[in-house]
T-cell receptor
Framework: AQSVAQPEDQVNVAEGNPLTVKCTYS??????LFWYVQYPNRGLQFLLK??????LVKGSYGFEAEFNKSQTSFHLKKPSALVSDSALYFC???????????FGAGTTVTVRA | GAVVSQHPSRVICKSGTSVKIECRSL??????MFWYRQFPKKSLMLMAT?????????EQGVEKDKFLINHASLTLSTLTVTSAHPEDSSFYIC???????????FGEGSWLTVV
């Protein structure tokens, strides 16, 4: 069975400071890892994914994530957060032979001006 | 990126009636689409996997007779909530796999309120 853990319900940072949203996963075989962002009353927007290749993945809106196989982690990062980054962030995983995504519980990011 | 469209974005229906939500892939063909339910500030709960030309695969605990899914073409899947009750009120989101690159894109979601 595959699963995702987002250990923090809430992350608060000041604008301009680095932002990190944590994610660890469990899956059989090689993982396909994703980050999505959800704004209030909206669907999920794709930010980035790791399939294979470089462990550091760059995505939309200045976000990046680092795949760490030994720690089974895929933390989302942004060097300098903006107030507009305030949203709900979901990490998701699926195995190579799986067609379904498993989502973490989500992390609410609040960036204060 | 790929676009997935949902319609309607908001719908209010009376208890006991049925309501249909559409999910379309606008610029790609999707043999598989997924339907999720999301409660406020909660994660997504997968309800079913919609397969073009065949029956949907429902997750454990999801009533297939209540949540009817039809995937009649490579660009359209529909979710019909039959005999809706207030407890069915929720945010329903669909997604589709582009096939290439294994990225799954989501629709904007549909708010269902049953009164």
């Amino acid at each position: 069975a595959q699963s995702v853990a987002q250990p923090e319900d809430q992350v608060n940072v000041a604008e301009g400071n680095p932002l990190t949203v944590k994610c660890t996963y469990s899956v059989s075989g090689n993982p396909y890892l994703f980050w999505y962002v959800q704004y209030p009353n909206r669907g999920l927007q794709f930010l980035l994914k790791y399939i294979t290749g470089d462990n550091l993945v760059k995505g939309s809106y200045g976000f990046e994530a680092e795949f760490n196989k030994s720690q089974t982690s895929f933390h989302l990062k942004k060097p300098s957060a903006l107030v507009s980054d305030s949203a709900l962030y979901f990490c998701a995983v699926k195995g190579f032979n799986d067609y379904k995504l498993s989502f973490g519980a989500g992390t609410t990011v609040t960036v204060r001006a | 990126g790929a676009v997935v469209s949902q319609h309607p974005s908001r719908v209010i229906c009376k208890s006991g009636t049925s309501v249909k939500i559409e999910c379309r892939s606008l610029d790609f063909q999707a043999t598989t689409m997924f339907w999720y339910r999301q409660f406020p500030k909660k994660s997504l709960m997968l309800m079913a996997t919609s397969n073009e030309g065949s029956k949907a695969t429902y997750e454990q605990g999801v009533e297939k007779d209540k949540f009817l899914i039809n995937h009649a073409s490579l660009t359209l899947s529909t979710l019909t909530v039959t005999s809706a009750h207030p407890e069915d009120s929720s945010f329903y989101i669909c997604s589709a796999n582009t096939g290439s690159g294994n990225t799954i894109y989501f629709g904007e979601g549909s708010w269902l309120t049953v009164v």
